[in-house]
């Protein structure tokens, strides 16, 4: 992806709505050359074309939106793909960066992809990696599916990582969820006591929702976040033996 789609991507975010005649002018290129980025761009998935404008992947519904700080997103997605090594296989949850993850790994053949979102399967229906898609009570709002079904299949399916979108997190809850069923999920997921890496960006922090991401026995250990991160977040999670991976929005890496 070169940095005329990056733009194009994040003006179409930030709007909603962006007409072809406009992003040619904010790009400086033509309309024609314009038409042929949002082909490419629709094709996977990152935004739809209508009749001479371009709109936003209604993404609400999958819990999360690539919202203003797509590059960093993505710079956070590629980072973490970076992590999965050959012939490995991998949980990926949901939400936006996740989902972005997902696209990094997708072209390799030797890795398999492990999901409760049918959002995430939907973008690797031509992908070269193998995909599992568990079971479950499949959740409309979110495309995801939860509940005993899904804990039994986490139970049942083995990876060797896990890759978690958080809502929010707070030194005095740990790592939190909005939505009750997925964080029975999430829970179900640490349960196994693989390596589970929280994968967010740096707004979740100071936030507090109802449900804990947390067992008695295990929690999260590593943690994949961008340099905004604040700094009384970062001692506590460190004095709490967790890792964290700050990336910069030009990819800049500092593990702690």
């Given at each position: 992806?070169n940095a005329r789609?990056?733009?194009?991507?994040?003006?179409?975010n930030?709007?909603?709505?962006?007409s072809?005649?406009?992003?040619?002018?904010?790009t400086g290129?033509?309309e024609v050359t314009?038409?042929?980025d949002?082909?490419a761009l629709e094709?996977?998935?990152?935004?739809?074309?209508?009749?001479?404008?371009?709109?936003?992947?209604d993404?609400?519904?999958?819990?999360a939106?690539?919202?203003t700080?797509?590059p960093?997103k993505k710079?956070?997605?590629e980072y973490?793909?970076?992590l999965?090594?050959?012939?490995?296989?991998?949980f990926?949850?949901?939400?936006s960066?996740?989902?972005?993850?997902?696209?990094?790994?997708?072209?390799n053949?030797?890795?398999?992809l492990?999901t409760?979102?049918?959002?995430?399967?939907q973008?690797?229906?031509?992908?070269r990696?193998?995909?599992?898609v568990?079971?479950g009570?499949?959740?409309?709002?979110s495309e995801?599916v939860?509940g005993?079904l899904?804990?039994l299949?986490i139970q049942?399916?083995?990876?060797q990582?896990a890759f978690?979108?958080?809502d929010?997190?707070?030194k005095?809850?740990?790592?939190?969820?909005r939505?009750?069923?997925?964080?029975?999920?999430?829970c179900a997921?640490l349960?196994k006591?693989?390596?589970?890496?929280?994968?967010t960006?740096?707004s979740?922090f100071g936030?507090?929702?109802?449900?804990p991401l947390s067992?008695?026995n295990?929690g999260?250990?590593?943690v994949?976040?961008?340099?905004?991160?604040?700094?009384n977040?970062l001692k506590?999670?460190q004095?709490q033996?967790v890792q964290?991976?700050?990336?910069h929005?030009?990819?800049?890496?500092k593990?702690l």
């Open positions: 992806m789609h990056q733009k194009i991507i994040q003006l179409v930030d709007k909603g709505s962006v072809v005649n406009e992003l040619s002018q904010l290129v033509s314009i038409r042929q949002l082909t094709r996977e998935n990152y935004l739809k074309r209508v009749h001479g404008s371009a709109i936003a992947m993404l609400e519904d999958v819990g939106r690539m919202n700080r797509f960093l710079n956070l997605a973490a793909a970076s999965v090594k050959d012939g490995e296989s991998v990926i949850e949901g939400g960066t996740n989902a972005l993850l997902a696209r990094s790994l997708a072209d053949p030797s890795i398999t492990v409760v979102s049918h959002y995430i399967a973008l690797l229906k031509n992908a990696c193998e995909v599992i568990l079971g009570l499949y959740q409309k709002g995801s939860v005993p899904t804990r299949c049942h399916v083995h990876f990582k978690i979108g958080v929010g997190w707070h005095d809850t740990g790592f939190t969820g939505n009750m069923m997925r964080s029975d999920v999430v997921l349960d006591g693989i390596e589970a890496i929280a994968l960006d740096s979740k936030i507090i929702h109802p449900y067992t008695e295990h999260f250990r590593h994949i976040t961008d340099s905004l991160l604040p700094e977040a506590c999670m004095e033996g964290v991976d700050l990336i929005e030009a990819a800049a890496i593990s």
